[in-house]
């Protein structure tokens, strides 16, 4: 059981009327186990049933109660048979459209019936009409009262209507009428106080009944005052989880890395050039954390290209120096490799060679390596999700490396230390991302990691030049190609997403190739898209890689990572379509060595404001931070980051974009939560988050 459930018992959904084993089933899918979580389990949208609209006043989108006469109700065959009937009210007339019928309707709706209906309104050609709306037939005895509130929508499950979430939530309040001292509200009074906040039963009462006169398009956006009091609780419970679950960390042991140096020094002093000072000091960092005995839990942020590599090098020589094994995780197989490739080389003087496990690996390959692992013979091992696997038993882990954290959300890396977890000692983890976050921003979603920022490239990179083009230029685009590749250099070519379907994107893909081949016959052009089998994939990127092609035509695979020092220029196709941080990232495939490296940004005309300001932001500048920023300025949080990619699991009614401006005062409110209300942090994550995360087991 849920610590913070023990002790108060709040009443199972399973005393209201209507829910028998099988409903309670179903609610418990969504979350829904108790009547208060019932109350918190808020609509997502609302409907205005209070009165009825005048046909002639109603616009297309609208949800709307509409009366009138029937003036003609007819079966007509298009495609297939549909029943259609006119009706007017005096302001205009409107159809009423059904594909799915009986005869009955038809008699029903006959000339002159008073029908009042309720559905969608759209527009077909110049008429107002609803699809199958909910209607029924008004007689002069009819004691039909419109609504005395607006219509809550809530979120459904399959076998849960509509219609039954309505009437237990209105049992639910009923229930809290009587009850109101047994959900008590959880934020501190001065909180509520200096935002300005409802009380909660304002709130709960609002939020699920609001009156008539509520303002319906504040309601839908999400800013009336009870949401806006809503999603603060929701983001101070995200908060106090994320908190929670790093003060549970600190609990658990881990083995402390002495860094005797016996390694880490001669590596370093081995180095053909010296660390920035931004390495120097996350080194630093990550050295003290693993020299404690609980689990480290450290993010990196670091732009594409600031050395991140290095870095883990480093940490994983600290954990070998010990006596312990590292672990090496990378999201795909390319990026793995890549991993493999540069560890060896770093490596090779110290005589480790780092041992290899993907999911591919022929069978007496892996079950060598998996030998070696439980052995302990191999110290740093690099590879897939496959390292993480049942049959993956290592001897001695003691730290996880984990590359490219924005594919990993909190459940994974609780996920990942629990797997790595043996006689009561967890292994310490280093996150590594080169999609940098601000700082109020990463306060919030990594609330459970240390972070760490490599702020600095290494001295005596070339600054890439960028530059925004029309694609009415291909041809000249084309003749950079032919010249850089003239030159010994190497291209990536990106086709974007122009369609919103991978089929099609790596069909451009396939053409472009195709086309450039037929352009520049001279040239070794290669193809990689999503579509490929990943052993083919990862032979065309070791041919680029070698230099055996000259030209890599790529979808948006090669977005992550990929290094190759040799490519100097990058053509990216349809950039408007993308975000910054993914033109960042994939711009950063370029630049890599010493030679001057071209982006060229090609776009279709005409470009929209936004992504005219889009594309200017990556021409002035290369910093990953500064683009960050203003991409989260263009787009908001909710579209950067994605929910995957946040450490928060599945929000109810905040949204980080809209909600952004009040982190600050929400992470000020964990703070007195935690020192001066802390009785108050069990019952919040329990109200918002319920068993989505299982402390129980970390
Ligand atoms: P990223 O942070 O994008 O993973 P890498 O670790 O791949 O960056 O480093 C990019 C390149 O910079 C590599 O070729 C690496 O050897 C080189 N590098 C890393 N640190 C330094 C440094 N301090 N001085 C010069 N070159 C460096
Ligand atoms: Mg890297």
């Not at 240390?450 to 530059?467: M, N, Y």
């Not at 500048?621 to 699991?649: K, Y």
């Not at 939560?673 to 108050?680: A, F, G, K, T, Y």
Request: proline share 5%; aromatic share 4%; glycine share 6%.
């Amino acid at each position: 059981m849920n610590p913070s459930r023990a002790g108060s018992h709040p009443p199972s959904i399973r005393e209201l009327k209507g829910v028998g084993p099988q409903v309670a089933e179903r609610l418990a899918r969504l979350g829904i186990t108790t009547i208060p979580d019932l109350l918190f389990h808020l609509p997502a949208r609302y409907q205005d049933r209070t009165r009825s609209v005048p046909i002639g006043a109603l616009r297309a989108g609208d949800s709307a109660v509409v009366q009138g006469e029937v003036l003609l109700t007819e079966i007509k065959f298009a495609r297939r048979a549909m029943l259609l009937s006119r009706i007017s009210d005096g302001t205009g007339s409107m159809t009423l459209r059904f594909y799915h019928f009986n005869a009955r309707q038809k008699e029903q709706l006959a000339r002159g019936a008073r029908v009042r209906c309720f559905g969608d309104v759209r527009t077909n050609q110049g008429m107002p009409e609803m699809i199958h709306p909910e209607y029924r037939i008004v007689t002069d005895d009819d004691d039909y009262q419109h609504a005395d509130h607006l219509t809550p929508i809530y979120p459904l499950t399959e076998g849960i209507s509509q219609y039954q979430l309505r009437r237990l939530s209105q049992q639910a309040l009923d229930w809290w009428q009587k009850n109101h001292s047994t959900i008590s509200d959880l934020l501190p009074v001065d909180v509520v106080k200096s935002q300005q906040f409802p009380s909660l039963g304002e709130t709960i009462q609002f939020v699920h009944r609001p009156p008539p006169d509520a303002d319906v398009s504040l309601l839908e956006s999400k800013r009336h005052p009870s949401q806006v009091r809503l999603a603060f609780e929701e983001l101070l419970a995200q908060q106090l989880s994320l908190r929670r679950l790093r003060a549970t960390a600190q609990q658990l042991s881990s083995r402390a890395l002495t860094a005797t140096g016996e390694l880490t020094a001669p590596f370093l002093k081995a180095l053909p050039f010296t660390p920035t000072r931004a390495q120097q000091r996350v080194m630093e960092e990550i050295a003290a954390d693993l020299s404690k005995n609980h689990p480290m839990q450290r993010l990196v942020q670091g732009d594409v290209g600031s050395g991140k590599t290095l870095v883990a090098v480093h940490a994983a020589l600290q954990a070998v120096e010990a006596g312990c094994q590292a672990a090496v995780m990378a999201p795909t197989e390319i990026l793995a490799e890549q991993h493999l490739r540069n560890f060896e080389r770093w490596l090779a003087p110290f005589g480790i060679v780092p041992e290899w496990l993907s999911g591919r690996q022929k069978s007496t390959e892996r079950q060598r390596a998996l030998q070696r692992i439980a052995s302990g013979d191999a110290r740093i091992v690099v590879g897939t999700h496959a390292l993480f696997q049942e049959d993956v038993v290592f001897s001695e882990l003691a730290l996880v490396i984990i590359d490219e954290q924005h594919r990993f959300g909190v459940h994974q890396r609780l996920a990942l230390r629990q797997k790595g977890q043996r006689d009561g000692e967890s292994p310490h983890q280093l996150i590594m991302t080169a999609t940098p976050i601000p700082r109020t921003l990463a306060m919030s979603v990594y609330a459970d990691l240390d972070c760490s920022i490599i702020d600095e490239l290494p001295p005596g990179r070339t600054p890439i030049e960028t530059v925004v083009v029309s694609d009415s230029r291909r041809d000249q685009v084309v003749q950079r190609i032919r010249s850089a590749c003239k030159d010994g250099r190497q291209v990536y070519w990106v086709c974007t997403l122009i369609e919103e379907s991978e089929a099609l994107q790596c069909r451009a893909a396939v053409d472009t190739a195709a086309q450039l081949q037929e352009a520049l016959p001279d040239l070794r052009i290669a193809l990689v898209h999503g579509r490929m089998k990943g052993a083919d994939k990862d032979a065309v990127m070791k041919e680029f890689k070698s230099g055996e092609r000259d030209v890599l035509v790529a979808t948006t695979v090669i977005e992550v990572g990929v290094d190759v020092p040799n490519a100097s220029l990058i053509v990216i196709e349809n950039a408007e379509r993308l975000g910054l941080a993914q033109l960042h990232q994939l711009r950063g495939r370029v630049g890599r060595g010493a030679a001057a490296s071209v982006c060229v940004l090609m776009y279709h005309a005409p470009l929209s404001a936004l992504a005219r300001s889009r594309l200017a932001a990556l021409r002035e500048t290369n910093d990953g931070f500064e683009i960050a920023r203003r991409d989260l300025e263009l787009r908001g949080p909710g579209e950067v980051l994605g929910t995957r990619q946040t450490g928060l699991t599945q929000l109810r009614i905040a949204e980080l974009g809209r909600d952004q401006w009040m982190l600050p005062n929400v992470a000020n409110a964990a703070e007195r939560v935690l020192n001066e209300n802390s009785q108050l942090v069990a019952p919040l994550i329990e109200r918002w988050i319920g068993h989505a995360i299982e402390y129980g087991k970390v």
